[in-house]
């Protein structure tokens, strides 16, 4: 088989499960054509050679009964990874080696899934366009110079040209579902408390969560269904009842009220995202939806508090990488200059600035006026969305406002780049899951993305919605593999 | 306020001060396991092996509250008469330093596990008592260790991440002397609940102490400094002298009292500066977004209410009621639970009077002599007890007693054989005492008559001379009875 790489997840599964590919066929593809891909810079650290001997030793004794046998992927570098350098996209981790394994890596592995290597991510996942990584840019393969979205910009690029056949990344303010819709993939936030925290590099721990990124709905539907598990080691982990979302998947929408908020008509957004949005809502109605007007009214407020909330918290979260222990440490003369010379160089300028932003807001005198006015806000954006929920199933608003950008383009003006988690932060805050899928190209052939949204825990239904839509969308990715010489 | 001779006062010129003192103890909580790992909290183990990632800080571990410490700290509480708070929070306090690991401190700072409590002190003059602000949960840190290499610190973290009570009190102790019975107190009270081991030789207990001096009859408070980190009542007591002194000087001087943080001494016998407010820490404290809010129920409360033991201040109360006690007494039996412990079951089987003194003089002199705990006693509860029948039937007598009870202390012997082997059995025979009587009688003719005619301070020698004779056995009641009929 020459296009094994072309295949989705639930065809390779397939075709190992009915023994026509071989786990090493498969790992061996991956890791090939992602040896050809160095120029998108996707990977921080490749594992290939184990990932072929793991593929060899499940096909001694293969276990076909697991949901992702033999299956080879690559992770997100925020995943702690045992035995396997874990660097957050950061000089402060590019030596650390974890002894242990995130929850929700090792419920892939339980699976039957091999690691391939680690992927680039923007620094302590701060960023909309991997641009912040010690490690380099990423390409997205949409187009050259092109930004695959970010943080987990390593992991839409990778699924996208097809490096891996799916990945999981990490969203704290869109950091799945904006680099999917860069790249035309599918990418799920879950509802916080879905998946476990525990082996994560923190970023901000209270709108932190893991999600999938994949081709299609039916393979993210799966990988959820993994990753997914009430974990004691999380004290923020939720114990509800978890979907076989894959098998419950269903076309079947007619019915559902989505809701269409008209607070996401923003200010200077594209007519192209515009003509999206109406163009989703069309294929909605084709599905049997019912179109429901909606207010969400703190909607504005999302993203000031997002951007106190978040670096509040990571200024915290980081505050254990000061070279005592493990990572990168500068020579200094005593321990408050061997500190600052360790933090100085080892944070890029980015999570410099959030630390910054974050110690300010939490300081004394500030704090009132910031971080405690943040949380009663981010209450009132939860309050509007249970509000809407009284009235629909779900809604529907564009992913970014805007297609990928080109690298560079946005690195001196942190605002205009902070602005592309618009759409996608108010779901963080409000702990709620959402999903972005693939719904059209721009003027330049960009791909955009459709963002919908669920009420807590019900992932199926906003998987369910994607599905439907997706068939009526018929997206094709245009990637010509232009970085393959 | 009593008006009376215990009263703490610091005297200037004309001046008189009242010295205002409230303290911050940090009790080690009695638990197998830290406040958010499994790691061990064992005392003594070699450096960095009770150590988890979680303890250390690694990249994407969190913490998971232990139940086990929660319900410590509840039953604390109780123990304090205090407000239960069904919710609290766990904050983060940051700050950096090399043995904090996660770059802050998890504790509890708006909403504390334990609200307003308190604690009845007995001083000489009468009851005081003292009231407590709250009672938190929080983490320990590790230890920095300075002095093993010229340049490098070390650092170890098997402290890092133990729970800690931080009990805070009212500014309503008046005295280092009542700050040594609140100490005390506090203590008793959470070795009876045996939420913490109270042993400060170990670090279980220390304090902060907030020292401030008024001129006395004033209502206002004068400005407070904090004494950090003191762990033992007798340099609490020595710092807080010292540093009420040095205020009462400064203001006598026309000086003001800066608010600030300051070190003891011990080599010196004096408290120095170490921050002023200006340069104190911005802990940026914000609710820790890794935990969720602490709440426990009514009846997770009301288990542990069931769990609670009679405490020293109602044991008193039972001992005065009950075996008729003074109160002086019931006070030192009930200081700690293993000496009233040990008082019960001697009372078990044997007189209450003397078993009190005989554990209060006798007992509590010779272990002190040895510097031996009370569970440490050579002597059981069940031997001690029999010794105390023995003199209470008349086998031997008080003087006797004496001499079993060092033998018993060198090795927990049946006092009943120590008087059988050594043949100390008192002599309650009146025919064989009347003829030992008759003797010393016959041999001190003179002394007799001497007696007769009015000497009576006479009537001593003969007891002693019996007594001698009998080899310290005669039954001294009897002799007493019989030589008063002979003469």
């Known amino acids: 088989m020459s296009d094994i790489t072309k295949q989705s997840l639930s065809e390779l599964v397939e075709n190992i499960k009915s023994k026509k590919l071989s786990s090493s066929d498969v790992t061996k593809a991956f890791v090939e054509r992602s040896e050809k891909s160095k120029e998108l810079n996707t990977y921080i650290t490749e594992d290939y050679a184990n990932a072929l001997n793991k593929a060899k030793k499940f096909d001694e004794k293969p276990n076909l009964d697991l949901k992702l046998p033999g299956i080879p992927m690559a992770v997100k570098d925020l995943f702690c990874t045992r035995d396997l350098r874990t660097t957050a996209g950061s000089k402060i981790l590019n030596n650390f080696v974890p002894t242990y394994e995130s ?25 909309s366009s991997n641009e912040t990584s010690f490690f380099g840019n990423v390409q997205n393969p949409i187009d050259k110079n092109l930004v695959p979205g970010g943080s987990s910009g390593g992991s839409s690029s990778a699924v996208a040209a097809q490096l891996t056949p799916i990945t999981i990344g990490t969203d704290t303010g869109g950091s799945i579902r904006q680099p999917a819709s860069f790249t035309g993939t599918v990418g799920l936030k879950p509802t916080y408390g879905s998946c476990s925290r525990y082996g994560i590099v923190a970023f901000a721990s209270s709108l932190d969560q893991a999600g999938p990124m994949a081709q299609n709905v039916r393979d993210c539907a799966l990988l959820q269904e993994v990753i997914s598990t009430y974990d004691e080691k999380d004290s923020t982990s939720i114990d509800f009842k978890r979907n076989e979302y894959s098998k419950e998947l269903t076309k079947d929408i007619k019915g559902k009220k989505i809701g269409i908020p008209k607070e996401y008509r923003v200010d200077g957004m594209p007519k192209e995202i515009e003509d999206l949005w109406k163009k989703g809502i069309e294929y909605a109605k084709d599905c049997g939806a019912e179109i429901i007007d909606i207010s969400l009214p703190h909607t504005n407020y999302a993203l000031p508090t997002y951007y106190i909330v978040a670096p509040a918290e990571a200024s915290s979260n980081l505050a254990r990488y000061d070279g005592v222990k493990y990572g990168f440490r500068a020579e200094g003369e005593n321990l408050i200059d061997m500190y600052e010379k360790t933090r100085s160089e080892g944070f890029g300028a980015e999570v410099q600035r959030r630390i910054m932003i974050g110690t300010y807001v939490l300081s004394s005198g500030y704090y009132d006026a910031y971080y405690l006015k943040a949380q009663k806000v981010r209450k009132l954006i939860k309050n509007d969305f249970d509000e809407a929920y009284k009235k629909v199933d779900a809604i529907l608003t564009p992913s970014t406002p805007s297609s990928a950008f080109k690298i560079g383009e946005k690195t001196n003006d942190p605002v205009s780049m902070y602005l592309n988690d618009i759409f996608t932060v108010p779901v963080n805050l409000a702990g709620l899951p959402g999903i972005s899928i693939p719904a059209g190209h721009d003027a330049k052939g960009y791909p955009l993305g459709l963002q919908i949204i669920g009420k807590a825990f019900d992932e199926q239904n906003i998987l369910n919605i994607a599905y439907a839509m997706e068939e009526k969308i018929n997206f094709k990715n245009n990637i010509t593999d232009w970085w393959i010489k | ?47 960095n092996t009770q150590v988890s990632l979680v303890d250390a800080a690694f990249p994407g571990m969190l913490p998971v509250i232990n139940e086990y410490c929660v319900k410590q700290a509840i039953k604390t509480g109780i123990g304090l008469k205090a407000k239960i708070n069904k919710r609290s929070v766990f904050d983060r306090k940051n700050y950096f330093y090399a043995d904090l690991p996660q770059g802050y401190q998890i504790s509890q700072f708006k909403d504390p596990i334990v609200g307003e409590g308190k604690v009845i002190l007995d001083m000489p003059d009468g009851q005081k008592e003292v009231g407590i602000e709250r009672l938190h949960l929080e983490q320990d840190a590790g230890k920095s260790i300075h002095d093993l290499d010229p340049k490098n610190t070390f650092v170890d973290l098997n402290r890092s991440g133990v729970a800690l009570m931080e009990i805070v009190s009212k500014p309503d102790l008046r005295s280092p002397d009542e700050v040594n019975a609140y100490i005390k107190k506090l203590r008793s009270i959470m070795r009876y609940l045996g939420t913490c081991d109270g042993n400060m030789q170990e670090g279980s207990l220390r304090a902060d102490v907030n020292v401030s001096v008024r001129k006395k009859g004033s209502k206002e408070f004068g400005t407070r400094c904090e004494i950090k980190n003191v762990n033992s009542i007798k340099f609490m007591q020595m710092a807080i002298e010292y ?32 921050r002023s407010k200006e340069d104190a820490h911005d802990y940026r404290y914000f609710p820790d977004p890794d935990l969720l809010p602490l709440e426990v129920s009514d009846d997770f409360i009301e288990n542990l209410k069931s769990e609670i033991p009679e405490l020293p201040d109602e044991k008193k109360k039972r001992f005065i009621e009950k075996f008729k006690l003074s109160p002086y007494d019931a006070n030192i039996l009930v200081s700690d639970i293993e000496t009233s412990n040990y008082f019960e079951n001697v009372i078990k089987k044997s007189d209450v009077k003397l078993a009190t003194n005989w554990i209060i003089g006798e007992l509590f002199a010779a272990l002190n002599e040895k510097n031996l705990e009370i569970t440490e006693s050579p002597i059981s509860a069940g031997n001690l007890s029999k010794l105390i029948n023995l003199i209470k039937d008349g086998t031997i007598s008080g003087k006797i007693a004496k001499t079993v009870f060092e033998q018993m202390m060198e090795g927990d012997k049946d006092p009943k054989k120590i008087v059988e082997e050594k043949g100390l059995k008192q002599e309650s025979d009146p025919k064989a005492l009347e003829a030992l009587i008759d ?24 007891v002693g001379q019996v007594m001698k004779v009998s080899g310290g056995k005669a039954n001294p009641q009897l002799v007493n009875e019989i030589l008063k009929k002979k003469l």
């Open chain 2, 243 to 274: 540093e009420a002194n040095r205020q009462v000087d400064l203001i006598e001087d026309g000086q003001t009292i800066h608010q600030e943080t300051r070190l003891f001494d011990t080599k010196k016998n004096e408290t120095r500066s170490m």
């Open chain 2, 439 to 462: 003797k010393v009688i016959d041999d001190n003719r003179d002394k007799a008559t001497e007696y007769k005619s009015g000497k009576v301070k006479l009537f001593g020698f003969f």
């Open chain 2, 1 to 47: 306020m009593s008006k009376n001779k215990s009263e703490y006062l610091i005297n200037r010129h004309d001046n008189q001060y009242e010295v205002v003192i409230g303290l911050e103890v940090h009790a080690q909580v009695t638990s197998e396991s830290k406040l958010f790992s499994t790691s061990a909290t064992k005392f003594g183990a070699e450096p």
């Open chain 1, 103 to 127: 929850t929700v890596t090792q419920n892939i592995w339980n699976e039957g899934a091999i690691l391939m290597g680690k992927l680039n991510c923007d620094e302590f996942a701060m960023g």
